[in-house]
């Protein structure tokens, strides 16, 4: 019962935090984009398609996940999986159009190694699926999910980092709100890709530590 009040506060964080971030997108306005648009033909058009995959991954993610259909629908199981994989791949290799975009060194490094990261632990999820490995196939899967919700942690950790750093300013702004901001939006990928991959890779050993038992 806790397992499924998680699964059920998870999914409704995960999608307010991302209505607000889609919702601009939905026109297919590139000046109603939330990020500097500079090629109208093959960025914006890459960004769409990438945050509609993602957004694929991210609600197939939760479905794929789900206890009572894995077990009891296990032919659903596969096609949700498929869809997911799917997903992750082309809104992956679509996120490298969009990297090479972006003019700050630490953001774009942040982007290829979630990216990398994104791809890397989906592709073993399925390599150990056909492989009947369905114990690794599950962890890779639950990985791969974890670094899907960077998403969604990435931006709940904003508000923590705009605290820290006017707390290590010494509650000021030395370059002032904009710059605040800029250099908390350079990181903030980073910190919640951190934070995913400890959470899951604590979940998933602790859970076969006591397995183990």
Do not use: C
């Not at 090479?100 to 953001?107: C, E, P, R, T």
């Not at 710059?179 to 990181?187: A, D, F, G, P, T």
């Amino acid at each position: 019962m806790k397992s499924k009040k998680s699964w059920w506060v998870l999914l409704i964080v995960s999608i307010g935090v991302m209505i607000p971030f889609i919702t601009p997108y939905l026109t297919i306005n590139p000046t109603n984009s939330r990020i500097q648009i500079d090629s109208s033909s093959i960025q914006y058009p890459a960004l769409i398609l990438h945050i509609f995959f993602a957004t694929i991954a991210l609600l197939t993610g939760f479905l794929q996940l789900n206890a009572r259909i894995r077990k009891e629908k296990p032919k659903l199981h596969r096609i949700i999986g498929k869809v997911y994989i799917s997903s992750v791949l082309i809104s992956g290799l679509l996120a490298f159009v969009i990297i090479l975009y972006i003019d700050n060194f630490a953001k774009a490094t942040s982007f290829v190694a979630l990216t990398i990261i994104w791809i890397f632990t989906t592709v073993k999820g399925y390599v150990t699926a056909k492989q009947r490995k369905y114990s690794e196939h599950r962890k890779w899967m639950i990985r791969s999910f974890g670094v899907t919700l960077v998403a969604v942690s990435g931006r709940l950790t904003v508000p923590i980092l705009l605290l820290a750093y006017y707390l290590l300013n010494g509650f000021s702004l030395p370059g002032g709100r904009e710059q605040m901001i800029e250099e908390v939006l350079n990181v903030n990928i980073w910190v919640g890709l951190i934070i995913n991959v400890i959470i899951i890779e604590w979940v998933i050993l602790n859970k076969k530590t006591n397995e183990n038992k």
